[in-house]
């Protein structure tokens, strides 16, 4: 099993960057493939980002192409959500996912952090 917690949400302005922690707990950590995804009020929670457990593979929505980068530190149980240029539509909580494979499909995901927020003002 992994606990899941998601840190370095906050209240940026419009092209500013933030980065996000998720730290896992569980000696299987990096069995996992990782993902963050998004969920702004009154929406669905939509992909964002996701890597496979070692690394070397990733995968980006397109809004999101370009300006966000995920990455993993497998010794220290963390991945990570590098977010640059960022505008008023990534305002949303964000939460981070463990599953086995590398997905844009949140049912892909078994375990959830409690989540993050992130307002972008304009």
């Known amino acids: 099993q992994v606990q899941l917690v998601e840190s370095g949400g906050g209240l940026v302005q419009t092209g500013d960057s933030l980065r996000l922690s998720c730290a896992a707990s569980?000696?299987?950590?990096?069995?996992?493939?990782m993902a963050w995804f998004r969920q702004a009020s009154g929406k669905e929670r939509e992909f964002v980002a996701a890597?496979?457990?070692?690394?070397?593979?990733?995968l980006y929505a397109d809004s999101v192409k370009g300006r966000f980068t995920i990455a993993r530190d497998n010794a220290k149980k963390t991945v990570y959500l590098q977010m640059n240029s960022l505008k008023p539509e990534d305002t949303a909580v964000y939460y981070c996912?463990?599953?086995?494979?590398?997905?844009?499909?949140?049912?892909?995901?078994?375990?959830w952090g409690q989540g993050t927020q992130v307002t972008v003002s304009s």
């Open positions: 996912g463990a599953g086995f494979g590398v997905s844009v499909s949140l049912y892909e995901y078994r375990y």
């Open positions: 890597i496979s457990w070692s690394g070397g593979s990733t």
């Open positions: 569980g000696r299987t950590f990096r069995s996992y493939a």
